[in-house]
Structures are given as structure tokens and as C-alpha cells.
T-cell receptor, first 113, second 116 residues
Framework: AQSVTQPDIHITVSEGASLELRCNYSYGATPYLFWYVQSPGQGLQLLLKYFSGDTLVQGIKGFEAEFKRSQSSFNLRKPSVHWSDAAEYFCAVGAGTASKLTFGTGTRLQVTL | GAVVSQHPSWVICKSGTSVKIECRSLDFQATTMFWYRQFPKQSLMLMATSNEGSKATYEQGVEKDKFLINHASLTLSTLTVTSAHPEDSSFYIC????????????FGPGTRLTVT
């Protein structure tokens, strides 16, 4: 069965500091991996996705993620966090971009000024 | 483009009544829509996959007679929670997958259901 683990429930960083959110997955086949952000009152927004090719993926809002097959990880990073990045972040895995997804439990990011 | 709406955004109903939640793709056609449920401070759990013109496919453990899903057109899917109970209180989120093009899926803003 497929699963996604986000070990960090809550992370607090200072504005301008770097950020890394961890994601580990379990999937039987070649996975499509996603990072979504959820802000209060808004739907999930896709930050980036990975299926194949370059293992370092660039997304929107200055985010990037690195796929490491040997570690079954797909960690999300941002060099310099902005206060507006405070939100809930979800890692997800699926069979395709338009397929059903299995989500991790999410990481709530708090940004201090 | 690629906007998905849900209506209502928030609903309160009494125990034993039914409530319908709509999911619409506003500017694209969606062959497939997904319904997720999110408990407070928890992840999204897939409830069912809805394909236009056919019966929905429910995930294991989801009561199909309680959560009725209808995908009547390429832009509308509905979730009806029948005989609602307080334990059905949750945040329900739909997503819609484009029929063609980028074949991405887009998420609605969610519907908060509170059953009293």
C-alpha cells in the first residue's frame, strides 16, 4: 500500500531563514510526487511535482524539492522564507497528475518576524 | 483558469438530516473528480473517485449509502451526506482533473460541515 510520512507536524522559522520540510513515501511503482500548500479558506495549491528527469524540481513561490530514490524522500526547500509562506504543507503521492492521491499528515509552517 | 468551486463553503445541519455539497469546475471540463475528507489538523483522506456518467468508486471503509456521489456532467459532482451524524462533521474537499491538456487536478476550497 502506498503511504506518505511527514515527520514534522509543526515547524517554526524566522523570516529570511531557510526551510526544509521532510517527506518520505512508500509506493510500489514509479511515483508521481507532489507538494501542495493549503492556506486557511483556500484550496490546495500545487507547489511542484516530480515524475522523472532532473531530481531537483523547481516550483512556484521560490520552492524546490529534491527526489532521492535511495531514501524514498522528496523534501521541500526554500532558501529564504517569507511571512506569507506560513501555511499547511502537504506531500502527496499518486499514479499520475490526474489520479487519486495519498497525502501525508501535513506540516504546519509558522514564520516569525 | 482551472478554478474549482464548492458550495456551500460552510454548512450546519441537524443530526438525521441530509446535506448536499456541490463541486464545480468553472472553466474546464473534468472527466474525473475526487472527494476527500479532512479531519482537524489531519491529512486528506480520499473518499471516492467520481467519473462523469458512471458510478463512483469508493475507498475501503467509506459507506457508499451514506455518502452519495453523483457526477452528472463534466463540470459538476455532488456529495450528499445522508442521515448525518455529529461524527460526519468534517472538512470535505473535492478536486477535478482536466479532461485534456495538462491533465492536472485542481482542488476546491473545501466545505466545512458541522452536524449538531
Amino acid at each position: 500500500a502506498q503511504s506518505v510520512t511527514q515527520p514534522d507536524i509543526h515547524i517554526t522559522v524566522s523570516e529570511g531563514a531557510s526551510l526544509e520540510l521532510r517527506c518520505n513515501y512508500s509506493y510500489g511503482a514509479t511515483p508521481y510526487l507532489f507538494w501542495y500548500v493549503q492556506s486557511p479558506g483556500q484550496g490546495l495549491q500545487l507547489l511542484l511535482k516530480y515524475f522523472s528527469g532532473d531530481t531537483l524540481v523547481q516550483g512556484i513561490k521560490g520552492f524546490e524539492a529534491e527526489f532521492k530514490r535511495s531514501q524514498s524522500s522528496f523534501n521541500l526547500r526554500k532558501p529564504s522564507v517569507h511571512w506569507s509562506d506560513a501555511a499547511e504543507y502537504f506531500c502527496a503521492v499518486g499514479a499520475g497528475t490526474a489520479s487519486k492521491l495519498t497525502f501525508g499528515t501535513g506540516t504546519r509552517l509558522q514564520v516569525t518576524l | 483558469g482551472a478554478v474549482v468551486s464548492q458550495h456551500p463553503s460552510w454548512v450546519i445541519c441537524k443530526s438525521g438530516t441530509s446535506v448536499k455539497i456541490e463541486c464545480r469546475s468553472l472553466d474546464f471540463q473534468a472527466t474525473t473528480m475526487f472527494w476527500y475528507r479532512q479531519f482537524p489538523k489531519q491529512s486528506l483522506m480520499l473518499m471516492a473517485t467520481s467519473n462523469e456518467g458512471s458510478k463512483a468508486t469508493y475507498e475501503q471503509g467509506v459507506e457508499k449509502d451514506k455518502f452519495l456521489i453523483n457526477h452528472a456532467s463534466l463540470t459538476l459532482s455532488t456529495l450528499t451526506v445522508t442521515s448525518a451524524h455529529p461524527e460526519d462533521s468534517s472538512f470535505y474537499i473535492c478536486s477535478a482533473a482536466r479532461t485534456s491538456g495538462d491533465e492536472e487536478q485542481y482542488f476546491g476550497p473545501g466545505t466545512r460541515l458541522t452536524v449538531t
